[in-house]
């Protein structure tokens, strides 16, 4: 089994900073792309950034120069610095791995964390 764990959510004020992080944890070979996805209430989940093993990143347009993914690939983690915090970031944002085990690819989510901006 595989599991994501996932940390840093919270209420912020606009204009305020979080950090948040997602281990995974389990029988992995190998973990490829890792990511962050956000869904706001009555909205799509959209992804907001992502990070291949290479350290190669992708933004969310909404959030370019505000947010900072990376990731440690010894501790099987990956990190969203989110600065500049916005009422519209508020959302449950939800870790994405795809990760190779026993020969397989695999797409793993974690349980998601909440993220609230607000004065």
């Known amino acids: 089994q595989v599991q994501l764990v996932e940390s840093g959510g919270g209420l912020v004020q606009p204009g305020g900073s979080l950090r948040l992080s997602c281990a995974a944890s389990?029988?992995?070979?190998?973990?490829?792309?890792m990511g962050w996805y956000r869904q706001a209430p009555g909205k799509e989940r959209e992804l907001v950034a992502a990070?291949?093993?290479?350290?190669?990143?992708n933004y969310a347009d909404s959030v370019k120069g505000r947010f900072t993914i990376s990731r440690d690939n010894a501790k099987n983690t990956v990190y969203l610095q989110m600065n500049s915090l916005k009422p519209e970031d508020t959302a449950v944002y939800l870790c994405?791995?795809?990760?190779?085990?026993?020969?397989?690819?695999?797409?793993?989510w974690g349980q998601g964390t909440q993220v609230t901006v607000s004065s």
């Open positions: 389990g029988r992995i070979f190998r973990i490829n792309v």
């Open positions: 994405n791995v795809d990760l190779i085990r026993d020969f397989k690819l695999y797409d793993c």
């Open positions: 990070i291949t093993s290479g350290g190669s990143t």
